[in-house]
């Protein structure tokens, strides 16, 4: 359990809800999560010391994006120290509501309905999103470097499909491309 007041702000988390800022999330309704991490390099001149921060973003709630509730929660860290607050809500993110949400497209899918994972449009047949439009046949899967998502195709040395990290539920595209993918 996470309970504490941030900048005057109550901050309140458990494995049944995330609450922030007068918003309140129960984790087995949530529609969406979405994490990331930012780094940030300054470089000082006389010498050379270079300046390392990191920008932590965590948001869970539901759609439509800006209109329906959500609990967005920011923080920073400098060089590599993760802000423990951001770490809780991540982890419990990946323990309560990642894996419900992942049965629950997999569901739609299997029962011939289109979803909506991280601005990719999946289905039976196959995925969209961008320019790309492909089918399972031949897919490698979907990795994860520098801040965005890569769908691969087997062979090809370049990825057909960038997805920024900050799409909501995108870091479900692995999983789902892995049970899909033929």
Avoid at 2 to 29: C, M, P, W
Avoid at 41 to 61: A, D
Avoid at 140 to 162: D, M, N, Q
């Amino acid at each position: 359990m996470l309970h504490k007041e941030r900048y005057g702000v109550e901050l309140y988390a458990d494995q049944n809800v995330i609450s922030f800022d007068g918003t309140t999330i129960e984790l087995a309704k949530a529609e969406f999560v979405g994490y990331s991490v930012v780094r940030n390099e300054m470089r000082v001149p006389l010498n050379m010391y270079v300046h390392t921060s990191s920008q932590y973003h965590f948001e869970m709630g539901f759609f439509p994006v800006n209109q329906a509730p959500a609990v967005v929660f920011k923080d920073s860290g400098v060089r590599s120290n993760t802000p423990p607050d951001w770490q809780f809500l991540v982890d419990l993110s990946k323990a309560y509501v990642e894996p419900r949400l992942l049965r629950e497209f997999l569901a739609a899918v299997e029962a011939g309905q289109t979803v909506d994972v991280g601005k990719v449009r999946i289905d039976r047949n196959g995925f969209a999103g961008g320019s790309v439009s492909h089918g399972w046949d031949g897919i490698e899967g979907v990795t994860f470097e520098k801040g965005s998502y890569f769908v691969r195709v087997r062979g090809a040395r370049k990825p057909i499909l960038r997805i920024p990290q900050q799409n909501q539920n995108v870091m479900l595209l692995p999983q789902i491309f892995d049970v899909l993918k033929r």
